[in-house]
């Protein structure tokens, strides 16, 4: 699901209370990571949609060469199933980052203690809807 002119405020029961980089095991990058690394270094340049194909290849290891190859299907294939939306990402639930889609549905991050998050959050009925992310524990 994709979202306009929408922020993702951090969940209620978020464990940190700032911003906070989340980081692998082991050397391995779990899909969280990896959209951290590419929103944080990319901001506004992924819908959710985009977003979900660039992490794939990243953590199914596809290689450049494949995907020139059958791009076409990887991506049918993937798309196959459902996916879920950014309020159910670790960004937003335990690491603190507020996620903003602008009118385009292209995404940005905003740490969750930062002068922008709060003007989001404040905005929340005037130029953009305001959503929380998915709480982390049921109750």
Not at 42 to 57: D, G, K, R, S, W
Not at 76 to 100: T, V
Request: hydrophobic content about 35%; overall charge positive; aromatic content about 10%.
């Amino acid at each position: 699901m994709s979202f306009i002119h929408t922020f993702i405020q951090v969940a209620a029961d978020c464990p940190v209370s700032e911003g906070m980089i989340p980081v692998g095991r082991n050397g391995n990058k779990p899909i969280h990571v990896i959209q951290y690394e590419l929103l944080s270094q990319n901001p506004y340049q992924f819908t959710h949609e985009e977003l979900i194909y660039a992490v794939h290849l990243i953590h199914k290891n596809i290689s450049t060469e494949e995907r020139d190859m059958h791009g076409e299907r990887i991506r049918r294939d993937l798309f196959q199933k459902k996916h879920p939306c950014m309020r159910a990402s670790l960004l937003p639930k335990k690491y603190g980052w507020g996620i903003h889609f602008d009118g385009q549905g292209k995404m940005a991050l905003y740490g969750m203690e930062t002068k922008d998050y709060q003007q989001f959050v404040q905005s929340a009925g005037d130029r953009i809807k305001v959503l929380a992310a998915m709480r982390n524990s049921r109750g």
